[in-house]
């Protein structure tokens, strides 16, 4: 049974900060894997998309990164800012979609 | 614009009186599913559907009906609403499993009293 894990549960850091979000996952027969952002009671817009075949994908100021044999993904947001204030999830899809708990980014003005 | 648009965003209703949330998408996407998202539990599947009368239980079916009639709409049945079903619920549609990601709907709030 796939299961997902993200480190830290919650974060915050200043305003400006590059931080670096942790995904793993124990199963690595994946065909994707998806960041989302959550917005308190709101619904989850994706970020980033990458295929088991891929490394890391890139979107503005954001990066993800998949290393399938560790089981492991990585969000990496730059200079960080107070609209990145979210939760943060990730899901791995092998024979269904599974998530993570998500970790709740404050980023502080 | 592409979209899963779900209705109504809340609800609140009493014990037994049957509901329906919607759920419609204009990406002609064959898989749709629905989640239910609770506080230390995540998000969790409840039904999906892989194409036009193809629907499956997720993790968590129980007291939950669904139909796939057409392609854009997925409507989720709760014929006799309970107050642990009182949750986020969250509709997702996919163009094809293990390629595209995942769309997903901004939810709907549901309290069962």
């Known amino acids: 049974k796939q299961e997902v894990t993200q480190i830290p549960a919650a974060l915050s850091v200043p305003e400006g900060e590059n931080l670096v979000l942790n995904c793993s996952f124990t199963d690595s027969a994946i065909y994707n894997l998806q960041w989302f952002r959550q917005d308190p009671g709101k619904g989850l817009t994706s970020l980033l998309l990458i295929q088991s075949s891929q490394r890391e994908q890139t979107s503005g100021r954001l990066n993800a990164s998949l290393d399938k044999s560790s089981g492991r993904s990585t969000l990496y947001i730059a200079a960080s800012q107070p609209g990145d204030s979210a939760t943060y999830l990730c899901a791995v899809e092998g024979q269904k979609l599974v998530f993570g708990q998500g970790t709740r980014l404050t980023i502080n003005p | 614009e592409a979209q899963v648009t779900q209705n109504p965003r809340y609800l609140i209703t009493v014990t037994g009186k049957k509901l329906t949330v919607t759920c419609s998408q204009n990406m002609n996407h064959e898989y749709m599913s629905w989640y239910r998202q609770d506080p230390g539990l995540g998000l969790r599947q409840i039904y999906y559907?892989?194409?036009?009368?193809?629907?499956d239980k997720g993790d968590v079916p129980e007291g939950y009906k669904v139909s796939r009639k057409e392609k854009r709409n997925f409507p989720l049945i709760l014929e006799s609403p309970s107050p642990n079903q009182t949750s986020l619920y969250f509709c997702?549609?996919?163009?094809?499993?293990?390629?595209?990601?995942?769309?997903f709907g901004s939810g709907t709030r549901l309290t069962v009293v």
């Open positions: 997702a549609s996919s163009r094809r499993t293990g390629l595209y990601g995942y769309t």
């Open positions: 559907s892989m194409n036009v009368e193809v629907t």
